[in-house]
């Protein structure tokens, strides 16, 4: 089975300021990573996802995230935040053999922007 | 991409009545899942609704209080059964294809029971 742990249940930061949210996974298998963002009083948007490759991936509004495979890590980033970025933040992982498939997803990490 | 309705999107019940929760989407899809998640909670997967066939449950949910239908490829229901307070949670439907690695999410049904 498959387990995802995200480190900080609540980050507040200034606006423009950058912001590191960490995630870290453990599975027996090989594993997609995805971050998702869930603003406030709406579903899930994907924001980035790692399949294979560049361990760094670039996604939506500004986002980044890094895969470490010996640390088993996913940490998202971005370089500058606005205060639209306040939401919560879900890392997720589903089983490379299937694709398409159903997500574990960690606790999430809500993101406060203060101006 | 798929874009996925949610219907309703927010419902206040009694305890002990029952909700039916409607997800639709634009496309045939092969895989359908219902999640909950629980007021500042993470999502926890319910079931896998399989077309002609009756849904897969996962650890600790059960068809009796959580009835699913999936009669084609475009459409599920989830029904939240016999509900107590705490069944007060968002619930999402997402839908997947085999060879996609993105799930797609509906905007969650808002459900609270009083």
């Known amino acids: 089975a498959q387990s995802v742990t995200q480190l900080d249940s609540q980050v507040p930061v200034f606006e423009e300021a950058p912001v590191e949210l960490r995630c870290n996974y453990s599975?027996?298998?090989?594993?997609?990573l995805f971050w998702y963002v869930q603003y406030p009083n709406q579903g899930l948007q994907l924001l980035l996802k790692?399949?294979?490759?560049?361990?760094l991936v670039k996604g939506i509004n500004g986002f980044e995230a890094e895969f470490n495979k010996s640390q088993t890590s996913f940490h998202l980033r971005k370089p500058s935040v606005h205060i639209s970025d306040t939401a919560e933040y879900f890392c997720?992982?589903?089983?490379?053999?299937?694709?398409?498939?159903?997500?574990?997803f960690g606790g999430g990490t809500r993101v406060l922007v203060k101006p | 991409s798929a874009v996925i309705s949610q219907k309703p999107s927010r419902d206040i019940c009694q305890r002990g009545t029952s909700l039916t929760i409607q997800c639709q989407v634009d496309s045939q899809v092969t895989m359908m899942f219902w999640y909950r998640q629980q007021p500042g909670q993470s999502l926890t997967l319910i079931a896998t609704a399989n077309q002609g066939s009756e849904a897969t449950y996962e650890s600790g949910f059960v068809i009796d209080k959580f009835p699913i239908s999936r009669p084609n490829l475009t459409f599920s229901t989830l029904t939240v059964s016999n509900m107590s307070p705490e069944d007060s949670s968002i619930y999402l439907c997402?839908?997947?294809?085999?060879?996609?690695?993105?799930?797609?999410f509906g905007q969650g049904t808002r459900l609270t029971v009083v």
């Open positions: 790692y399949l294979s490759g560049s361990t």
């Open positions: 997402s839908v997947g294809q085999p060879m996609n690695t993105e799930a797609f």
């Open positions: 997720a992982v589903s089983l490379r053999r299937a694709a398409g498939n159903k997500l574990t």
């Open positions: 599975s027996s298998v090989s594993v997609y």
